[in-house]
């Protein structure tokens, strides 16, 4: 039974004690424990249920690699499940709750899966529930949904806040033991900004548990100094409980850090996620013990040797008082020495070499402890504990040769560094025979955009192993215990037969055995990531930290063939599980999808604007007066604009900056026309395909100098197209001199739209804005009134307009001014609906109406807008396949309605048949209707086949119920066809 030591603890303060429950029973540990230590130091060895089997399970670890301890913790709001309770600080009033069983820990009708574990193999749900079909839906899959999972799901929202944080340096160091203090020193010493973290609580790693010393000094004072010197750099960063969750491209590294997980609800954010961008980066990640597949192996009480070394050294709990360790390796000896130094028994150290030497199995041998040469441990005796072992040859086939008494088990098959973040963004690795190890291959680093490594490894993560062989990597003398080579050891015994092997744990948390590896073989999963699929191998909350190797060398066997043949599975972030919370961030609730606000908002608001969604913007659809409905206000407004002079807050739409000495020739690319060619001064609208070439995005280009353009686009899609630019300056044309800058929320821009809108332009004073001097798409910029203004003269309406825009901060009081200079000229703004009904008169496009994803240019009689000198343009190719240049696509047209009405949104015009689904054969659909106060009736733009063909004939829509419509094909510029009113 596991229990407090009276005496050390390296780690712990026993001078504040700290109440906790556990299932609802009273426990206390103290400050410095994790949930783990104080769960064993408080005698509760099984700790949770399997996943499949819900065989008991007890604690195996004491850091990451942690498979079976996994906690609900808290209540309520802050109840969080699957905590790890291994890397979980203890704090006071913590509430846990164990996993995975019902109804109790102790009983758990699930268990009974264990007794038919014959029947449920690897890959079983792959060959059963099949027949009869019915009873998929009425029995197993209610039965599988409600069985699937770990863990509660909490039922009430989230109060604590996380946030996210950006960071830049030259090295950043990841792991804080002797290899990345050593290295952060290095780097620091030479002048670079230095970023070092560690994913715990405590700098130094395991070296202060194994001790050594370091240049001539014992390791915990050589810690210490490093630590003083680091802190006095002002070049230096150091952080503790931040975790480097992932490497990716760019030196571009996700951290996660726990900031007030131990005192809830104190106001400081629960979780930080930081993105780090490092010119370089180290990772001195350390290296994780590999457990051994025998028989029993998952019994509670049945623990990785470090482990136990750990709690009784950091901790000062006794994960038992009788102990058998089973080994392959001499680390392990260091494991009988400490609990030799704790005043506990060790039963007998069971070792798979046939022979042993070397200091640290004859200093064990010196105080007493048998050691077994040879032997294994054919099975762990005993259901929630461990009650014994039983020794067999490990060359055997499990026959026992001897029972030994004991509570705990403690097993080392070797060491596997942690190569996660070098093999996120493929750095490579090579097999290591001798230590039977993958270690990173540093002849093919994971490399940056110039080819070169943007990774270093040191210490125990690059094989290192030994504290004199870590240092000596970094410079730095440091003396150890020599170690004999260890003999591989991936099943015990080497001959076990299926009793055993059923028994033999690989996967903890899942109940992935030797025997379910061996049968994916044998089924012909010969890709260690289709066994791992197939057996659900690693796909547990550790992610195979502790079963990936052993598991892809049964594999090997299985096939014949060496490990390096098999490989390994893809590592992926985040190395350990992040909070969705830190992800989030501040993106919840209004925050989620936050609203943007034009600096003209308020007004609006005070003026009762009726808002509608326009990305992320409310725009004004109409200005309702005091009993007026929204399609009189509509109506009025667009009245008003085409007689008098009519405003529209039109800061919304995109402005993207394009500049650089290759910028003309990009924009030649991202546009059908040419967009090089455009004098300085001028204005072109233009249109953007995707690579499929159907239309995306349209607007108005203005060359603002020789190497310098402002891209308008729509309202929507302004975030879109400045990413669309950036990948495609990024990844395809890397090379070109382009710069690109999204200036949207920089400027206000308002248009005065209407026969008199010159006329108010000239009363606020300033520039020249006539016909001669600004005439149609051209743009000047200069003083108008009081405002630093550039004016863009163009029309959306096909009125008479102006768009004016000046720097935000300007924006309200320039509207303002506008509307008291215009009162007399009876100037009313305008919403985004009359600016609808306005363009459709004119015939004018809108992307998102006329355009659905599958419309191209020359559907909506574009092709104008199509240079002909371009030998290329995004989407070109792409327009020049057969589907594309079928006579049969739909074309644009205007329709206009025999009575008057309007025709509802969304209307087909069916055709004569039905296909084979029994669906009514259709030849058009309506993009845009609208009733039109100028026209007096109701219009419309559709698709229609071979429209452009057809005017005049009468064809009918979909109306209301069963009600058609029948509309008229006509041309779709209904207003004002010459353009006479925009050109005076």
Same mark, same amino acid.
């Given at each position: ?53 819900? /065989? ?5 670890? =004491?850091?990451? %690699? ?24 203890? +704090? ?6 164990? @996993? ?46 409600? =069985? ?46 230095? &970023? ?25 004072? &050589?810690?210490? =100094? ?45 979780? /930080?996620?930081? #993105? ?86 004859? *200093? ?10 040879? /032997? ?17 040859? $490990? ?35 090579? &097999? ?72 033999? +744990? ?28 197939? !057996? ?47 992800? !989030? ?15 003209? @908002? ?25 009993? %007026? ?46 967009? =090089? ?16 070439? +159907? ?37 395809? &044309? ?14 206000? @821009? ?100 006329? !355009? ?26 792409? $327009? ?8 049969? #696509? ?76 029948? *509309? ?13 009113? @925009?050109?005076?």
């Amino acid at each position: 039974m596991s229990t407090r030591l009276s005496k050390g603890g390296r780690l712990i303060d026993r001078a504040k004690p700290l109440a906790f429950t556990f299932n609802g029973k009273p426990m206390r540990g103290f400050a410095g424990d994790t949930l783990a230590s104080a769960l064993l130091g408080g005698g509760q060895v099984m700790v949770g249920r399997s996943f499949k089997y819900h /065989r008991p399970r007890g604690i195996v670890a =004491s850091g990451a %690699e942690e498979p079976n301890a996994l906690v609900g913790l808290g209540r309520n709001a802050r109840f969080e499940p699957d905590q790890r309770t291994t890397t979980t600080e203890l +704090f006071e009033g913590a509430e846990t709750t164990s @996993q995975n069983h019902w109804p109790s820990l102790d009983f758990d009708i699930g268990e009974i899966n264990n007794t038919f574990y014959k029947f449920l193999p690897a890959g079983f749900y792959y060959k059963t529930f099949m027949a009869p079909r019915a009873a998929w839906k009425h029995l197993f899959e209610p039965i599988i949904r409600k =069985s699937a999972g770990l863990g509660g799901v909490p039922k009430e929202a989230d109060p604590d806040r996380y946030e996210q944080v950006y960071a830049h340096c030259d090295v950043l160091v990841v792991g804080g033991g002797v290899a990345g203090l050593a290295a952060a020193l290095k780097e620091g010493r030479a002048g670079k900004r230095v &970023w070092l973290i560690e994913q715990t609580p405590n700098w130094g790693g395991r070296t202060p548990v194994d001790g050594g010393q370091i240049d001539g000094h014992d390791a915990q004072t &050589w810690i210490d =100094s490093a630590l003083v010197e680091l802190s006095s750099m002002e070049n230096v960063t150091m952080r503790t409980r931040l975790m480097a969750a992932g490497l990716h491209d760019h030196g571009y590294v996700i951290g996660y850090e726990n900031l007030a997980d131990t005192t809830p609800g104190d106001g400081r954010p629960r979780h /930080r996620l930081w #993105r780090i961008r490092a010119g370089h980066t180290i990772t001195a990640t350390g290296a994780i013990e590999r457990p051994l597949a025998f028989a029993g192996n998952d019994v509670p009480g049945v623990m990785l040797a470090s482990a136990v070394r750990d709690y009784i050294v950091n901790w000062a709990v006794s994960p038992g008082d009788r102990t058998v360790l089973v080994t392959n390796n001499d680390d392990a000896y260091r494991t009988a020495l400490a609990i030799l130094d704790a005043g506990l028994t060790v039963s007998a150290v069971v070792d798979a070499r046939e022979e042993t030497h070397g200091a640290l199995p004859e *200093a064990v041998k010196a105080r007493g402890v048998r050691v077994l040469e040879g /032997r294994g441990i054919a099975k762990v005796l005993g259901r929630k504990g461990v009650s014994g072992v039983e020794i067999c040859a $490990q060359a055997g086939e499990g026959g026992a040769v001897e029972m030994i008494d004991c509570d705990c088990v403690a097993m080392s098959g070797g060491w596997s560094p942690v190569v996660h973040l070098w093999s996120h963004c493929g750095g490579k690795l090579t &097999w290591d025979d001798a230590r039977a190890m993958f270690r990173p291959d540093p002849n093919r680093p994971p490399t940056g955009a110039d080819g070169t490594g943007m990774a270093t490894v040191v210490g125990a993560a690059n094989g290192d192993l030994t504290l004199s062989e870590a240092m000596g990597g970094l410079g730095i003398g440091a003396a150890s215990e020599e170690e004999a080579p260890l003999a591989p050891v991936w099943m015990m015994p080497a001959g076990a037969p299926d009793a055993l092997r059923f028994k033999s +744990f690989l996967d903890y948390q899942n109940d992935v055995k030797v025997s379910d590896v061996q049968v994916a073989a044998r089924e012909g999963y010969e890709s260690v990531e289709h066994t791992k699929r197939y !057996t659900t191998l690693g796909m547990a909350t550790d992610q195979g930290k502790l079963s990936n190797i052993n598991g892809l060398a049964i594999l090997s066997d299985a096939l014949g063939q060496p490990i390096p043949a098999t490989g390994t599975t893809t590592f992926r972030p985040p190395y350990t599980p992040i909070s969705l919370g830190a992800v !989030t961030a501040e993106a919840k609730g209004e925050l989620f999808q936050p609203l943007r606000r034009t600096p003209i @908002q308020s007004w609006h608001e005070a003026k009762g604007a009726h808002w509608e969604p326009v990305g992320h913007w409310r725009r004004p659809y109409c200005y309702p007066k005091s009993g %007026e409905s929204h399609r009189d206000a509509v109506n009025r407004e667009i009245t008003n604009t085409r007689k008098n002079v009519g405003m529209l807050d039109a800061s919304t739409l995109g402005k993207i900056v394009v500049k650089g000495p290759d910028a003309g020739k990009f924009l030649d690319m991202l546009y059908t026309n040419m967009m =090089s060619t455009l004098p300085v001064g001028k204005c072109r609208y233009g249109l953007m395909c995707n690579e499929n070439g +159907f239309l995306m995005d349209d607007g108005v280009v203005a060359r603002l100098d020789e190497d310098t353009w402002l891209c308008h686009t729509t309202s929507g899609g302004a975030d879109h197209i400045h990413g669309w630019m950036e990948d495609w300056l990024q990844c395809e &044309w890397w090379d070109w001199k382009v710069y690109t800058a999204n200036l949207t929320e920089q400027y206000a @821009q308002i248009a005065v739209v209407g026969p008199k809108s010159r006329e108010l332009l000239e009363r606020l004073g300033g520039m020249d804005v006539s016909k001669e001097t600004l005439p149609f798409m051209k743009w000047t910029e200069g003083k108008l009134g009081a405002f630093d203004a550039r004016i863009f003269r163009i029309s959306f309406s096909g009125e008479l307009s102006y768009e004016i825009s000046v720097p935000a901060s300007q924006g309200l009081a320039l509207w303002k001014a506008l509307m008291a200079e215009g009162e007399a000229l009876g100037v009313m703004p305008y919403g985004t609906e009359a600016l609808h009904v306005m363009r459709a008169e004119k015939g004018f496009i809108m992307i998102g109406d006329e !355009t659905d994803g599958t419309v191209i240019p020359q559907d909506l009689g574009l092709n104008w807008a199509l240079s002909k000198k371009k030998t290329d343009y995004l989407g070109k190719r792409a $327009q020049e396949r057969s589907h594309m240049t079928d006579p049969n #696509r739909w074309k644009l047209v205007g329709l206009e309605t025999l009575d008057g009405s309007v025709i509802p949104d969304g209307s087909h015009a069916p055709a004569d048949g039905f296909n084979a689904n029994g669906q009514r054969h259709t030849q058009g659909r309506v993009t845009s209707t609208y009733y039109s106060p100028t026209i007096g009736k109701g219009i419309a733009m559709g698709l229609v086949l071979n429209g452009p063909d057809r005017m005049g004939e009468v064809i009918e829509f979909t109306g209301e119920g069963e009600e058609m419509v029948k *509309a008229r094909i006509v041309d779709p510029v209904f207003y004002d066809k010459d353009g006479e009113k @925009q050109n005076v």
